[in-house]
């Protein structure tokens, strides 16, 4: 029981200390902190079936004065004092494993603060002149999309896998735009493509062939539907989403391909990123 405490212990001094140093290495994460509970677990069966008695006895009741018992109490007492006692090993390998437990399950407290994340969200690779590109780095030209038509772009220039750089790219008539026309040059809008409820890509893209029986062009993230109407600014028209999408401001340079005329509308990523800092 004693071996498997101190285990447990070191185990999670090894995770904060892997927390600490090497954060990036999950596995190694997982790994530390599962055999730290496993021994902690193995401990607790080991005191169970052994240390807690489980039989069943009757004890007679002893004499009130017994000399010879009396002395054989004081003797255990006094030999109990030599050495280490089983009590006082086993408290002290469950202090171990108190401590180290203890420290694995407060260190990561340290990833709740609103730095790391306040940056992922205002990290954004676009501005006013950056143009749009394929996946391949190719500029897209204005005529690159029909009405009805939708495609994923990219910061030129930036890391495909940053959460701020791709945005959802869409086409409709220009007098179906009803909100920021001057950011929707031939009826061409631009959104991030990042789920403002839980952060999955947006990655559907509805547009009615006959209105009059159909529900108005929108985007949709096929996690748990949310519905951003790109008419009015993506704002949520269905689903758990909790606010709408940042919208790019576009421009047609002069060589006739799609650039972004300013910043996102917002802050990328789902809604509850940001409630440490309203």
Known sequence: MAGALVASGLCAAAFVLLYAFESDNTQLLGLSLGLSLTFA?????????????????????????DEGLGREVAGEMVGGAEGVSRRGL????????????????????????????SETLKASPWRAGVRLVDENGTPIPVDELDVGGFLTAFAEG?????????????RIE???????????????????????????????????TYEPTSKPPALVCPCHYSTF?????????FGPAGRPLPQLPLRID???????????????GPAWWGVRNT
Not at 41 to 65: C, H, N
Not at 259 to 266: D, F
Request: charged share 20%.
């Open 90 to 117: 086993l408290a002290g390998a469950a202090g171990v494993a108190g401590v180290g437990l203890g420290a694995a399950a407060i260190v990561p407290l340290a990833s709740l603060g609103t730095g790391d994340v």
């Open 41 to 65: 677990a193995l401990a607790a069966v080991v005191t169970g079936k052994k240390v807690v008695d489980q039989s069943d006895a009757v004890e007679e009741r002893p004499k009130l004065v």
């Open 158 to 170: 930036s890391d495909r896998r940053a959460l701020g750089s791709s945005v959802a790219v869409v």
């Open 254 to 268: 002069a060589q006739g391909y799609l650039v972004a005329a300013g910043a996102l509308s917002g802050n990328i």
């Open 174 to 208: 220009e007098e179906e735009v009803h909100t920021r026309r001057a950011w929707a040059p031939r009826g061409i809008m631009a959104y991030s493509k990042i789920c403002t409820h839980a952060g999955c890509a947006i990655a559907l893209f509805r547009y009615p």
């Open 229 to 237: 109407d790109v008419r009015n600014g993506a704002e949520v028209e």
